[in-house]
């Protein structure tokens, strides 16, 4: 649609990389930066999920939202006003917002220790045109975002680059995010924001507990997939909507990182209740209402190993959050060059995560072996059939993950001994 237009901007969001492990137990400490963009976060997963398909969805809700806080360094007028009010950003001073994304990434990486989170940010111009010098330099400070001038006109070899540059961010997860027909002469500004993730369990998984397991989809139909099982101290509590609507109760688990500053929350419906029941509850104040009120304690857990990827253009959903003036000639970004006729003709975010059994060296694991269901002592998580899962930082609120496994990882039950 930008085609016979001027220059389209080109925004690339880009992912999140995810390896996951393990979880653990933690101490919540109120602290610092606190992210106000949950029902942002929220309202982005609800659009993907009213797309209707039934697959998994995996997308990173915080670095859509660095990604627009950086279009808004540039922007003025309505094209700003519109990614302040449907980010969240309207409640601060104005300009305040970059400071605190600042923060919010910041926080994020701090804990090097325990766990990884790159965010890696990246501004392409086109050779010849010339970007405001205090736009590029914000753009550094706040967003660490490194700048570089290219051919657009070259864009296979442009699309090349910027792959190799994600790719090298993202512990090579992420591959060929783009391809020559995402440019083209018109480009004049390509925006990359890549999350990698990268923790490990505080309570690993053993490996040898993993076993092949019939994994139930909402259609009724049965695939086979590796399931972990753990026996151990997370946070767990039951909820119900209160209506029945969600099925009546749902249970939620807590999963921390070590360090436990980052954690997994896994909601699941009960067995006979599709996970599209439970969806429509989702919302921000819901997530910290999960967050504050899961409890300490011993649970049974069977979590299937699974990997979900995603690439999503956001272009879309994003207008259908209101944020629809920086897709348009109307646009105005002059806070980023004196060019006219700019505006963003693409995001993108592609995202990754992984969840298998181990993080770090030397896991202690703490589960026993078994997969009898013999004496059940303590509550059991058995998500073995679609859930939702968020892996948030619990002292910011920040979402690094949001979304939801409908089909895990599907194995050939061939060589394993459950199967016949
Ligand atoms: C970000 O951190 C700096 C330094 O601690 C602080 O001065 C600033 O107020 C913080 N910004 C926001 C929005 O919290
Ligand atoms: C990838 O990272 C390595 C090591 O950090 C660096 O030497 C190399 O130049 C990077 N490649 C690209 C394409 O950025
Ligand atoms: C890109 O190519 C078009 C024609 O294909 C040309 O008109 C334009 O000047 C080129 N732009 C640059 C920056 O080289």
């Known amino acids: 649609m930008s085609i016979m237009v001027p220059p389209p901007l080109l925004l690339l969001l880009l992912p999140p990389l995810l390896a996951v492990l393990l979880p653990g137990d933690s101490c919540r400490a109120a602290d610092i930066p606190e992210d106000i963009t949950a029902e942002f976060s929220v309202r982005l997963y609800q659009r993907l999920q009213a797309r209707g398909d039934q697959g998994n969805i995996v997308f990173s809700p915080l670095s859509v939202a660095l990604a627009l806080g950086m279009v ?25 917002e970059f400071s605190l994304l600042q923060n919010l990434t910041s926080a994020l990486s701090e804990d090097e220790a325990h766990y990884v989170v790159r965010f890696a940010n990246s501004l392409y111009l086109q050779e010849g045109v010339s970007f405001s010098p205090e736009f590029v330099h914000l753009m550094r400070k706040f967003f660490r975002a490194k700048v570089e001038t290219v051919d657009f006109n ?3 070899a442009v699309a090349e680059q910027i792959n190799h540059w994600v790719e090298n961010h993202t512990e090579s997860k992420i591959r060929e995010l783009l391809s020559a027909d995402d440019f083209n002469s018109l480009t004049r500004l390509a925006l990359v924001n890549a999350v990698y993730f990268r923790g490990s369990w505080k309570n690993q998984f053993r490996p040898e507990n993993t076993r092949t397991f019939s994994f139930s989809r909402d259609d009724g139909s049965e695939v086979q997939t590796l399931m972990m099982y753990q026996q151990a101290d997370f946070y767990y509590g039951e909820f119900s909507d209160g209506s029945q609507e969600a099925g009546g109760v749902y249970q939620v688990l807590e999963m921390p990182y070590e360090g436990e500053d980052m954690s997994m929350m896994i909601i699941l419906p009960r067995q006979e209740v599709p996970l599209a029941s439970l969806e429509p509850i989702i919302k921000a104040p819901l997530l910290e209402e999960w967050a504050n009120n899961v409890k300490r304690q011993k649970v049974e857990v069977y979590l299937p190993k699974f990997k979900v990827e995603q690439r999503i253009d956001l272009k879309e959903v994003l207008q259908e959050l209101g944020v629809g003036n920086i897709f348009t000639n109307n646009a ?9 006729d700019l505006f963003v003709s693409k995001v993108v975010q592609k995202a990754y995560l992984e969840v298998t059994e181990e993080g770090a060296e ?39 993950f949001m979304g939801r496994v409908m089909t895990p990882e599907v194995v050939e039950p061939i060589d394993d001994f459950d199967s016949i």
Not at 82 to 95: T, Y
Not at 332 to 340: A, E, I, N, Q, V
């Open 332 to 340: 105005d970004l002059s806070g980023m060059t004196d060019g006219k």
């Open 72 to 96: 808004e360094l540039g922007a003025r007028g309505d094209s700003r006003d519109e990614i302040r009010r449907a980010v969240g950003f309207s409640q601060l001073l104005p300009g305040t």
């Open 154 to 156: 070259k864009s296979a």
């Open 362 to 400: 030397g896991a202690a694991g703490s589960g026993m072996i078994a997969l009898t269901r013999t004496l059940v002592l303590y509550p059991q998580v058995m998500a073995d059939h679609p859930f939702f899962f968020v892996i948030r930082n619990q002292r910011t609120g920040s979402i690094l």
